[in-house]
């Protein structure tokens, strides 16, 4: 099985708004993918959907051939653009959390992480703020040896240097075998490190190819093609 | 997974309750030895009465807390952020009602025993041992009649009684904080609002039921062994068909209309 993700004719309503709609996708394994589209164009209702937070009104979709459920969420790892770690743990806690819930969780990595971005294990994440919480739930979730990583803004909320050191991260953590999803409207910053973009526009995926064919058969980059694609 | 989920629902809640255990045990211990003194003159009768109040306090912050915590352990960790952490872990989302509800039902019945207990140490003199004893023959009397041969019985359905009537509650606040937020905004109202709605309802099912039971059952009624003999059984079992359907309309929701921010 070399598809990581498969979405068959996948729509999702919400009360009087169609999220997404009809969307048929595959990702392969081994590859960084950017889920690229404006606000509200339906990226985290397509990550939600993965990590089965939300359920589809109609169509599938499959995790290594698995519909969302205990399985699949053993092997997604999910950054959700929330702050979602509870403010009363210290961050050594967060990290006994996440050992004891997820067996391909390596502490001595987060470990590792933590200290190279001069982080204190034994802060409360009430004392910290946003931008180091976040970089704290990033070396969470890639302190996984997952198959599928689901990365929403994973980059929104810190400085340029910690950009830099987590993008690195996670073209270093990421194996032949997994995929990582990153959602994100900060294009140049990430399009180095892409192998293959989607788009989404109004819940309806436009474009799935691969980073070189953009540069080569268009001759742009990703951001330039973006800014064309979603012009407003 | 329980055992984990159970594990961190426990650290979650201790934190707060157990303090507030120590406390209590501090205040019991120091009103136990002051109010059998007889030695504050003057000023120092003050002494006493501070104590005293920081006792009552101290209950009161224990039964307050020990509601609160209920109510916001499963409403903060499941449905705001901290639900975005929770429902990716792999478990089956049956298993957070299982950890939030066990771990409730258990403080519940510390802070109940440790309030209880604290009351009895620090009033415990033997007339007031005696009084409470007159007190509990007297209620037992009305209860089982003459015959004191159905006293356990009736203690167990009691306390059958007294242990679902929790798990409904809970139970059905849980399904109430569940309703609540499938709202787009206004989740806590919306909470409060199917709490209210739901038990107006049972309520108004619940009085027709016992009007049309008493007047099938006329006769039966005016006899005291009808309270064991169908009351209490009819209590029980509509309380555990109740928790069940709150149990499983909680757990679908979780399942099918997760409505997180």
Redesign the interface.
């Known amino acids: 099985m070399n598809t990581i993700l498969e979405c068959k004719s996948l729509t999702k309503n919400f009360s009087n708004l169609t999220a997404l709609s009809n969307v048929n996708l595959a990702l392969e394994r081994g590859r960084i993918i950017g889920l690229l589209g404006p606000n509200g164009s339906g990226k985290t209702t397509l990550i939600k959907l993965i990590n089965g937070l939300l359920v589809p009104n109609s169509g599938e979709i499959l995790i290594d051939g698995k519909q969302p459920g205990t399985e699949t969420k053993k092997i997604v790892s999910y950054l959700p653009e929330k702050t979602y770690l509870p403010e009363w743990m210290r961050v050594s806690q967060a990290i006994e959390f996440f050992s004891d819930f997820y067996e391909d969780f390596d502490q001595k990595k987060a470990y590792e992480m933590l200290e190279r971005l001069h982080l204190d294990s034994k802060k409360r994440l009430k004392t910290l703020s946003k931008g180091t919480k976040e970089k704290i739930q990033l070396i969470l979730v890639m302190s996984r040896k997952a198959d599928l990583y689901c990365l929403d803004e994973p980059i929104g909320g810190v400085d340029p240097a910690a950009r830099d050191y987590i993008l690195n991260t996670i073209i270093s953590n990421y194996n032949e075998n997994a995929t990582v999803i990153i959602s994100t409207h900060l294009i140049a910053d990430i399009e180095n490190i892409l192998d293959e973009v989607v788009f989404i526009k109004d819940g309806l995926l436009t474009l799935h190819t691969s980073v070189d064919d953009i540069r080569t058969k268009e001759g742009k980059s990703v951001d330039t093609l973006f800014r064309e694609v979603f012009r407003c | 997974?329980l055992n984990?989920l159970l594990?961190?629902e426990l650290?979650?809640t201790a934190?707060l309750l157990i303090p507030l255990y120590l406390i209590l045990l501090f205040f019991t211990i120091m009103d136990r030895i002051v109010l059998h003194l007889d030695i504050f003159k003057g000023v120092l009768s003050l002494i006493p009465g501070l104590i005293t109040i920081g006792y009552v306090l101290s209950i009161v912050a224990i039964v307050v807390v020990t509601a609160i915590l209920m109510i916001m352990r499963f409403y903060k960790?499941l449905f705001t952020?901290?639900?975005?952490?929770m429902?990716?872990?792999?478990?089956?989302s049956y298993h957070h009602i299982n950890s939030k509800l066990i771990v409730a039902i258990l403080w519940t019945v510390v802070s109940i025993i440790a309030v209880i207990g604290s009351i009895f140490i620090v009033a415990a003199t033997p007339e007031n041992l005696k009084a409470f004893n007159e007190g509990l023959k007297m209620f037992w009397a009305e209860l089982s009649g003459p015959s004191e041969d159905h006293r356990l019985t009736i203690f167990i359905e009691l306390i059958l009684m007294l242990f679902l009537s929790l798990i409904n509650n809970i139970l059905l606040i849980y399904l109430s904080i569940a309703i609540g937020q499938l709202l787009n905004g206004h989740k806590i109202i919306g909470a409060f609002a199917s709490y209210i709605g739901i038990t107006t309802v049972l309520q108004i099912l619940a009085t027709l039921l016992i009007f049309a039971a008493s007047l099938i059952f006329k006769d039966i009624v005016e006899d005291v062994t009808f309270i064991r003999t169908t009351v209490f059984p009819v209590t029980i079992l509509s309380l555990i068909i109740l928790s069940v359907i709150y149990y499983f309309i909680t757990d679908l929701i979780f399942?099918?209309?997760?409505n997180?921010e």
């Open positions: 997974m984990k594990k961190h650290k979650a934190r960790n952020d901290e639900g975005y952490l429902f990716t872990l792999p478990v089956k399942k099918r209309k997760l997180l």
